[in-house]
């Protein structure tokens, strides 16, 4: 499936906001739902092949032990999050 957007937003309040004004629907994460927008229905999302990229950065030229925790600690847990099984709901 390939999305055909007639807009691209990445605030997600704002995204929010549009759909409550009646500008379409959205995929948003979540956490959108504490944003506490009236007569916004926020339901669920979940297949099989569903997905998220994450990114994670950081300066190689800045030394900072807590970085480097932070850094060690994102890559041991996604991989090993990434590697079970999809939960269905």
């Known amino acids: 499936m390939q999305a ?3 807009q691209f937003i990445d ?3 704002t ?3 549009l759909v409550r004004a009646g500008i379409g629907v959205a995929s948003v994460p979540a956490s959108a ?10 339901r669920p999302l ?3 092949d569903a997905h998220a990229d994450i990114d994670l950065a950081w300066s190689e030229e800045r030394t900072n032990p807590a970085v480097e925790n932070v850094r060690r600690f994102a890559i041991e847990n996604f991989a090993r999050i ?5 939960r269905k709901t």
């Open 82 to 86: 990434a590697k079970r099984p999809s």
């Open 11 to 13: 605030q997600t309040h």
């Open 33 to 42: 739902r504490e944003l506490c927008f009236e007569e916004v229905v926020f």
């Open 15 to 17: 995204i929010v906001a």
């Open 46 to 48: 979940w297949t099989q």
């Open 4 to 6: 055909d957007y007639a």
